[in-house]
């Protein structure tokens, strides 16, 4: 299917790895080991080893990805640039099944893309197997990395030992953008998913994804995700306190949990914000990102 189908997975990003993590692993989540980072600049160029890495939060359906710089040396990817601006939520991965379709759809549609872009990181062990990915990022973006991403390997990364979280989380629903342009935000994860947008009901625009079974992990369930792109005044009534760096903005991200938030509000108690469908760990203690648990 030559579409996005859901939302893979979201990128907190940072300078510097540890304090990021140290957060996440308070929030109750399970990291994956620090993995650098190798790919392509070009489609047809040598792979080689880029500057920045990551640990995960793998869920049962999607992931939170940590990204930082660890060595400032190499090629980041971008990621200086992002991190110019503020702190937090940059990357907006969206799932595809076959790359070579997306890539002609999004040619057919306007897109100035160059070819799918190859990246590629150790699992635990540097010297062990490889996670392998095809991706497709949307051009110069203002919201940030915006793309669509494939799992050549996804049994690697998707293993039952970092998928046991003390919050009990178990899947990425959503993702919170905000922009004062938002129907031109709209209009291009709309041109980059192939799917339409329709009005938020918050004020603004809402990107659904259908899902299907194995999408977001190799045993995930099909289940419906989405992108929310709100206008800057709505933001206070979907994530009470938050305040926008800049705009565009990736404001925050919803989680859900198998327990009802038992587990995180027994763990975080009055750390959380009471929201609109659950409880958010607010930016300043989730590195940047506003963290809604939803039970």
Not at 66 to 93: E, M, S
Not at 111 to 140: K, S
Not at 170 to 192: G, K, M, N
């Amino acid at each position: 299917m030559s579409t996005a189908l859901v939302l893979d997975h979201v990128g907190v990003c940072a300078r510097d790895l540890g304090p990021m993590t140290a957060a996440y692993e308070a929030l109750g989540f399970t990291l994956t080991p620090i993995a650098r980072q190798s790919g392509k600049r070009t489609p047809d160029g040598p792979t080689e080893p880029f500057g920045t890495g990551n640990r995960c939060a793998f869920l049962r359906h999607g992931y939170i990805e940590l990204l930082a710089i660890l060595d400032p040396a190499l090629f980041d990817n971008q990621l200086g640039t992002f991190l110019g601006r503020y702190h937090g939520l940059h990357i907006c991965a969206l799932g595809m099944m076959d790359e070579e379709g997306n890539l002609q759809r999004l040619r057919a549609s306007g897109l100035d893309i160059p070819g799918i872009a190859w990246l590629e990181r150790p699992v635990d062990d540097p010297d062990g197997p490889r996670a392998r990915f095809a991706r497709l990022p949307y051009p110069d973006a203002p919201e940030g990395r915006v793309q669509l991403i494939r799992h050549m390997t996804p049994e690697l990364v998707w293993q039952d030992r970092w998928m046991d979280h003390a919050n009990k989380a178990v899947a990425l629903e959503e993702l919170i953008l905000v922009s004062d342009r938002a129907a031109e935000s709209a209009q291009r994860l709309s041109q980059l998913s192939g799917l339409p947008v329709e009005p938020a009901a918050e004020g603004g625009y809402l990107l659904r994804l259908p899902g299907a079974p194995g999408a977001a992990g190799p045993r995930s369930p099909q289940l419906e995700t989405r992108v929310r792109m709100l206008w800057p005044d709505a933001l206070a009534a979907v994530l009470p306190g938050v305040a926008a760096p800049t705009l565009p903005f990736l404001a925050g991200m919803v989680i859900r949990t198998e327990d009802g938030n038992a587990a995180v509000g027994a763990r975080l108690g009055d750390q959380l914000v009471p929201v609109p469908g659950g409880l958010m760990a607010p930016p300043a203690i989730a590195a940047g990102a506003a963290v809604v648990f939803a039970g």
